[in-house]
């Protein structure tokens, strides 16, 4: 039984596809150093001195971000998605 090595050189007697190959894999692989800048920074909170994410208008949900509310009847949770809490959904 042939080994992949001896299939690819009977194919391919220069070696031009290893060497295609072994690039395109190098490629695939993220740079350490671009895998940082490439990530999506969460902007933070614009009332100073505070470190937590924006949620809606630039602030985050302590400092006055507008949440809407759960629709079902005595519920004040925030909702999730549509119109009703996780609860409720």
């Known amino acids: 039984m042939a080994t992949p090595e001896k299939?690819?050189?009977a194919l391919d007697p220069e070696g031009v596809l290893d060497t295609m190959?072994?690039?395109k894999r190098k490629q695939d692989q993220p740079n350490e150093e671009e895998d940082?800048?490439?990530?999506?920074?969460?902007t933070i909170c614009g009332h100073e001195g505070c470190t937590n994410k924006v949620v809606n208008g630039?602030?985050?949900?302590?400092?006055?971000?507008?949440?809407?509310?759960c629709n079902h009847e005595g519920c004040t949770n925030g909702v999730i998605q549509g119109r009703v809490c996780v609860r409720h959904g």
């Not at 940082?36 to 969460?42: L, M, V």
């Not at 630039?58 to 509310?69: E, L």
């Open 58 to 69: 630039g602030v985050c949900i302590r400092h006055g971000a507008n949440m809407k509310h």
């Open 21 to 23: 190959a072994s690039k």
């Open 36 to 42: 940082d800048t490439k990530k999506c920074a969460r």
């Open 7 to 9: 299939l690819l050189m």
